[in-house]
């Protein structure tokens, strides 16, 4: 987390408003203009975590049960979670190899006539490959949520993410390109579905007493809203220390063999979050386990492919086995039969390392000098 001054002072502007819920006060209102400003859409609707973004948008595109939506199986679980919230039917297609998120390939081949939407994950600051999603999605009249919680300020094609698909949803957890605590945005172009955010955002109450669709209480907070403000001014500057520290550590790993770094794809102008290498167990003679035991700095990212975890290989969500039993399914699915070759090689070899504002330049030469004794032994 990187706060100051200035975001205690936001929170007692707040506190000495006595406004403390978006229903009175404007720091939301504020932190939802300047948002979409940043992110070049028309609408923003702020949320209280990114996992509620995500909620909402499925369910500001009416998706529920019976249908499908694909999403990569390497991310961390409210991307798949979210659909299962709506009663919905998670279908995982594999990752790219290089850049890690969703392989328009794979997803072709997950493409059925109920496929509703797809969920394709910007990862660590990386986008996803969206001109290939797109034309997959435009073809079948599918629609695209982006999951940008860990890409705040990416580019691709010259276009931040959140701005590209149907819906965007970004989270500011304290881990995140910036935070509000806990904390979340979906962003979209579309006037009725900005709506229909709001909506769901506030019990599906347009005014007092008027109940016109379901929704939940997933309102922001004005001390959110402050923060939030404040922290998004100070993101350019984080960015570039991100994207520093990222290319300070590919630099020193890409003279370190059997040690990779992250790969940028061309369409991708980066907003790193943290980063992400990947070892070759044969030349180092270590596996990613062992790598981990001996690089205490290190963490572990997404140690399985989602569809291995319990929650999908015993298929665990609503009782009397919704929504994979539900009747307007109709279709037999098993995780257990899965099997996505590059995820399954990729969660065997990758691991994280933090590149957060606060680090200092010796945190990360150390980092570097613990790489390079590993990769030597
Ligand atoms: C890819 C991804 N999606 C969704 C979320 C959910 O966001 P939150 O923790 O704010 O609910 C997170 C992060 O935490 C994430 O990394």
Same mark, same amino acid.
């Given at each position: 987390m990187n706060l100051s001054n200035e975001e205690q002072e936001a929170v007692i502007k707040v506190m000495e408003?006595?406004?403390?819920?978006?229903?009175?006060?404007?720091?939301?209102?504020?932190? +939802?203009?300047?948002?979409?400003?940043?992110?070049?859409?028309?609408?923003?609707?702020?949320?209280?975590?990114?996992?509620?973004?995500?909620?909402?948008?499925?369910?500001?595109?009416?998706?529920?049960?019976?249908? +499908?939506?694909?999403?990569?199986?390497?991310?961390?679980?409210?991307t798949a979670s979210s659909i299962l919230h709506n009663n919905a039917i998670p279908i995982f297609a594999d990752i790219d190899p290089k850049?890690?998120?969703?392989?328009?390939?794979?997803?072709?081949?997950?493409?059925?006539?109920?496929?509703?939407?797809?969920?394709?994950?910007?990862?660590?600051?990386?986008?996803?490959?969206? +001109?290939?999603?797109?034309?997959?999605?435009?073809?079948?009249?599918?629609h695209i949520i982006e999951d940008a919680a860990q890409s705040i300020g990416t580019l691709c094609n010259g276009k931040k993410v959140g701005s590209l698909g149907t819906l965007g949803c970004f989270s500011f957890y304290p881990s995140k390109n910036i935070t509000t605590g806990e904390g979340g945005m979906i962003t979209t172009n579309d006037d009725k579905l900005a709506d229909q955010c709001r909506l769901i955002r506030h019990h599906g109450e347009p005014s007092w007493y008027v109940y016109n669709r379901l929704g939940y209480n997933y309102r922001m907070t004005e001390i959110q809203g402050a923060i939030g403000n404040v922290q998004l001014k100070k993101l350019p500057k984080f960015i570039e220390v991100r994207n520093r520290n990222a290319e300070f550590l590919s630099n020193a790993v890409d003279q370190i063999e059997g040690i990779s770094s992250p790969f940028v794809p061309e369409y991708c102008k980066p907003a790193f979050n943290y980063w992400i290498g990947r070892i070759n167990p044969k030349e180092i003679g270590l596996n990613k386990n062992q790598f981990i035991e001996?690089?205490?700095?290190?963490?572990?990212?997404?140690?399985?492919?989602?569809?291995?975890?319990?929650?999908?290989?015993?298929?665990?969500?609503?009782?009397?086995?919704?929504?994979?039993?539900?009747?307007?399914?109709?279709?037999?699915?098993?995780?257990?039969?899965?099997?996505?070759?590059?995820?399954?090689?990729?969660?065997?070899?990758?691991?994280?390392?933090?590149?957060?504002?606060?680090?200092?330049?010796?945190?990360? +030469?150390?980092?570097?000098?613990?790489?390079?004794?590993?990769?030597?032994?």
């Open positions: 408003s006595q406004m403390l819920t978006l229903l009175h006060g404007t720091y939301v209102k504020q932190f +939802e203009e300047n948002f979409a400003n940043y992110i070049g859409v028309k609408h923003a609707i702020g949320v209280n975590t990114g996992t509620a973004a995500l909620h909402i948008a499925l369910a500001a595109l009416d998706i529920g049960p019976g249908d +499908e939506v694909i999403v990569p199986p390497f991310t961390f679980i409210a850049s890690y998120t969703l392989d328009p390939e794979s997803v072709k081949e997950k493409i059925t006539n109920r496929t509703k939407a797809i969920i394709p994950v910007h990862l660590a600051g990386i986008s996803a490959d969206m +001109e290939s999603l797109q034309k997959i999605a435009e073809r079948d009249a599918i001996r690089f205490p700095k290190s963490k572990v990212l997404y140690p399985k492919p989602l569809y291995k975890t319990k929650l999908f290989q015993e298929k665990i969500a609503y009782p009397k086995g919704c929504p994979w039993s539900c009747p307007f399914y109709g279709k037999e699915i098993d995780y257990k039969t899965v099997s996505l070759p590059n995820v399954e090689l990729i969660t065997t070899e990758i691991f994280a390392l933090d590149i957060h504002p606060k680090m200092t330049q010796a945190d990360l +030469e150390e980092n570097v000098r613990i790489m390079r004794k590993l990769a030597k032994n």
